[in-house]
């Protein structure tokens, strides 16, 4: 028998006990891990959510739903639209400090038309785009035709399939990266395109813009404030001078966002802090009633010749071989519960979510893992030297 | 191999007093003698033994192997030895639960890293273990347990052998057997030393000592 085996048989002869600290140090690091990757993932979306709108001031339609539909569209993927005069556009233009702009048109599919749920169409201006096309996926350099779209990476339709939209076969020529955000499930095409499209809706009898000449509106205007200019400023110049719009800060569009991912994070981190705490806890309750239960075993140990060093290098390998278990299996029950659930922790929380790169999420693993194997060999640290500095002769005769 | 402890005392601070265990006990043990410590419950038999043995720190004396003063040794280089030259029979139950019978018994030698199969296997079958070779502690009874504790003793060959009421829970037949091999080890050239309060193992005893309420006297056959 080789030695080095006694603590492996000591773990398997003992699957209860191996069991319940398996699970301990696997929770604690499950909360940890996935915690922290979750969190992450919320960050990344929220920084990948303002990238993406790569616009200092968005000009929407005055009504109050406006706004709160467009925080729909970007960040719970629900589509939405609303519409204003197309001139607010060459108006916009004309304000001292706008340093350019562009257009968008929002449209939402017919129920089941094309994928299994409404996607929201997105039309934006080619010439004038700064918030679409810099984000393809794949190299698209041509100019969209009539009825070519993008889509965005949640889409599992195939670069050069179609979509049938209102009746009208759309061939996709692009998709764009992801950004974990609403956008990620809209269709993108020229505002021509839309515009088809709402004829045919028209035609169909669907009629989403029967109040509205579809020639003669937009839904929102993306503008870039010039170098020297303040935001602010042209924001107020904007409000003030144009009827009929609000002008937003794109920041501002994500300030709820920000401050419900801050109290989501802090949430994560009270699990986080509490699942440690309560797995060191038990981890240590566990090893040290271990030590008392296995006292006679360890003496029997030291009359063969075990030294103190070897009877705590034994119970420190038994910890640190449970805590890797637990922290292989915690990772695995995060990884799955985290990376697939992307979406489904998007939507149920309301935050964008854009999970980190295999990098970042190997150094949380790691963190994690030795996180657990230094608590576990902290919690075992007092039962080894209490073992190995136990009168052998005394627990000998113990209950003899 | 003589092993000689002089002025052995052993004092425990319990909360409420400090009690005395052994006074001033003297014993000699050699090669080729066995040793039979007599004496009633809780007189002291088996602190001394572990005294004796390295496992206890006594208050005051001194344990020679030899010319090596035991308690002056380092912990690793005193385990090294009681894994050598050692031989340790414990009172009650001596067996490690998450390890067969066949390696229960083979642990010291593991430790050591030395070979010991056929000596195990001559043991076993001396013992009358072999058909439990494969078994779990839990699947044996207390006279097997014992058999099996004195048998891991003697598997490193040691010099010298302590072994507490080796015949507690054996019958007539296996105390004679655990006691006629203990003898010849005596007699192949160990120094064997026996605590029991049963007349059977004086029989064997080339040198007898009694302990009374801490107090140890050799006695003369």
């Known amino acids: ?400 | 191999m003589t092993l000689t402890a002089k002025s052995i005392t052993k004092n425990y601070k319990t909360r409420r007093r400090q009690v005395s265990v052994i006074y001033d006990g003297d014993i000699t043990a050699k090669s080729g003698e066995l040793t039979v410590i007599s004496g009633r419950s809780g007189s002291g038999k088996t602190t001394l033994l572990s005294i004796l043995g390295g496992l206890t720190k006594p208050s005051g004396g001194s344990v020679f192997y030899d010319e090596n003063d035991i308690y002056s040794m380092s912990d690793d280089k005193l385990s090294r030895y009681r894994n050598a030259e050692i031989g340790f029979v414990p009172q009650g139950q001596g067996a490690l639960s998450a390890l067969t019978v066949f390696e229960n018994l083979i642990l010291p030698a593991s430790l050591s890293g030395s070979k010991a199969k056929d000596r195990a296997e001559k043991l076993l079958e001396r013992l009358g273990l072999s058909q439990l070779r494969d078994a779990y502690p839990r699947e044996l009874s207390g006279g097997e347990l014992r058999r099996l504790s004195v048998a891991r003793a003697l598997i490193n060959s040691p010099s010298v052998i302590f072994a507490d009421e080796p015949t507690n829970d054996l019958d007539d037949e296996n105390s004679e057997l655990v006691l006629q091999l203990l003898k010849e080890q005596a007699q192949g050239g160990a120094a064997v030393v026996i605590v029991s309060h049963e007349q059977a193992a004086l029989k064997y005893a080339d040198v007898t000592y009694r302990m009374d309420s801490g107090r140890l006297q050799r006695e003369e056959k």
């Open chain 1, 1 to 400: 028998m080789n030695i080095n085996t006694l603590m492996l048989k000591n773990l398997i002869k003992r699957p209860l006990r191996t069991g319940v600290l398996v699970l301990t140090a696997a929770l604690m690091t499950a909360a940890m891990f996935g915690g922290q990757a979750a969190a992450k993932s919320m960050r990344n979306g929220l920084d990948s959510l303002e990238q993406r709108l790569g616009a200092d001031i968005i000009a929407l339609p005055e009504e109050a739903q406006a706004k709160t539909d467009l925080e729909n569209i970007l960040l719970q993927g629900t589509p939405g639209y609303f519409y204003m005069n197309k001139q607010v556009a060459d108006r916009i233009a004309a304000i001292d400090g706008v340093e350019k702009l562009s257009a968008q048109y929002f449209l939402v599919s017919a129920n089941a038309e094309c994928c299994t749920t409404k996607v929201q169409i997105i039309g934006f201006d080619e010439e004038s785009d700064f918030t679409v096309k810099p984000w393809l996926k794949n190299t698209y350099s041509g100019r969209l035709g009539d009825n070519e779209i993008l889509i965005g990476s949640e889409l599992s339709t195939k670069v050069g399939s179609t979509l049938s939209l209102y009746g009208v076969e759309c061939k996709t020529v692009g998709k764009l990266e992801e950004t974990g955000t609403g956008l990620d499930t809209a269709v993108y095409a020229t505002n021509e395109t839309v515009q088809g499209l709402i004829k045919a809706s028209q035609e169909k009898g669907i009629a989403v813009l029967s109040k509205h000449d579809p020639e003669e509106v937009i839904s929102s205007v993306y503008i870039k404030v010039k170098d020297g200019f303040d935001i602010n400023d042209v924001l107020s110049e904007i409000n003030q001078t144009i009827d009929g719009v609000q002008a937003v800060r794109t920041k501002s569009m994500i300030t709820g966002t920000a401050d419900k991912l801050t109290v989501f994070s802090k949430g994560i981190g009270i699990v986080t802090i509490a699942a440690c705490i309560i797995s060191a806890v038990i981890m240590t309750a566990v090893f040290s009633a271990l030590a008392g239960g296995r006292r006679r075993e360890f003496a029997v140990l030291r009359t063969v010749g075990f030294s103190r060093k070897r009877l705590s290098s034994l119970v420190l390998s038994e910890s640190f071989t449970v805590c890797l278990a637990g922290a292989l299996l915690g990772l695995f029950l995060a990884g799955v519960a985290v990376f697939p659930f992307g979406r489904v922790i998007e939507k149920s929380t309301g935050l964008p979510y854009l999970s980190p790169d295999i990098g970042a999420a190997a150094g949380y693993a790691a963190f994690a893992a030795v996180a657990v194997i230094l608590t576990g060999a902290l919690s075992s640290a007092w039962a080894a030297y209490r073992l190995s500095h136990a009168d052998t002769g005394s627990i000998l005769r113990e209950g003899d």
